[in-house]
């Protein structure tokens, strides 16, 4: 009986073990490869915010975070040897009405999935067309 009350434990401890030494694909997946707050001025050269990174080869995804002072119109321009993008993100505001008060959420608008055909830098242009006083963050993360 000993025995037993003796096992079931050690036999938990293993598979606790065991189960935490898995890798856990969701961590890779929603990986930040790029990331940038822009909330001041100082930050864009001649109105434009430009900065290089690397990407190896695959799908990758924008994410935004947004609010009702980010840019109404975000281009973003990405160029590497093998690949170049472009995109003109429109800010949309969606109502939402919970009977007792209304508030909005924010997203850009426009295609957020990307290709890489293979590892390389990527060179990245932000332009809030104007409007370098709105904070935005942008995010690239890996699909």
């Known amino acids: 009986m000993k025995k037993k009350i003796l096992i079931i434990p050690v036999v938990i401890i293993i598979i606790s073990i065991f189960v935490i030494s898995q890798p856990n694909n969701s961590e890779d997946k929603n990986k930040i490869l790029f990331h940038v707050t822009l909330a001041d001025p100082d930050q864009y050269n001649e109105g ?84 370098v006083m709105g904070s935005i963050s942008v995010d690239i993360i890996e699909n």
């Not at 609010?67 to 939402?96: A, V």
């Open 48 to 131: 434009v915010y430009s900065s290089k990174f690397e990407l190896d080869k695959g799908d990758y995804s924008f994410r935004f975070v947004p609010n009702g002072d980010s840019p109404q119109i975000l281009s973003i321009e990405l160029e590497g040897e093998e690949f170049q993008f472009n995109e003109d993100f429109k800010l949309n505001g969606t109502l939402h009405e919970t009977g007792i008060s209304e508030y909005y959420t924010w997203d850009y608008d426009g295609k957020k999935i990307i290709n890489v055909p293979s590892p390389q830098e990527i060179f990245i242009q932000i332009n809030p067309n104007g409007n």
